[in-house]
């Protein structure tokens, strides 16, 4: 089970972070673990992704260059941290995390999988607004 926090309003410019634990059966160096976000009537799209055992992160379009994705091996926690922010960032933002499969796209250097993952979070509401 994966449970995101941490999302809520924030201006134009400002900085959010986003944090995403996982439930005590994961084991935590065995995944990819990433974000995914989805805006009012598009697609869900990738926003990047990290390895779970060695904290390589992987940043996509379009919000590379403004997110940071690091973890917590201790508490089983991957943040997305958000600067800068525009309205066209606005959307509900979850947290997703693939199993062994996936985690090898990371550690062989291939990116984030490019299927779907086989756990998600619930998604949490991030609006950006003055």
């Known amino acids: 089970q994966l449970v995101e926090s941490g999302g809520g309003l924030v201006r134009p410019g400002g900085s959010l972070t986003l944090s995403c634990v996982a439930s005590?059966?994961?084991?935590?160096?065995?995944?990819?673990l990433g974000w995914f976000r989805q805006a009012p009537g598009k697609e869900r799209e990738r926003v990047g992704c990290i390895n779970s055992s060695n904290g390589s992160p992987v940043y996509e379009d379009p919000m590379k260059g403004r997110i940071t994705i690091s973890r917590d091996v201790d508490k089983k926690a991957v943040y997305l941290q958000m600067s800068n922010m525009e309205v066209e960032n606005q959307a509900i933002y979850y947290c997703a995390a693939w199993t062994g499969g996936g985690k090898h796209w990371l550690d062989y250097g291939l990116g984030c999988p490019r299927y779907v993952s086989d756990f998600w979070g619930q998604g949490i509401q991030v609006t950006v607004s003055s």
């Open positions: 005590n059966e994961f084991t935590w160096d065995s995944y990819a």
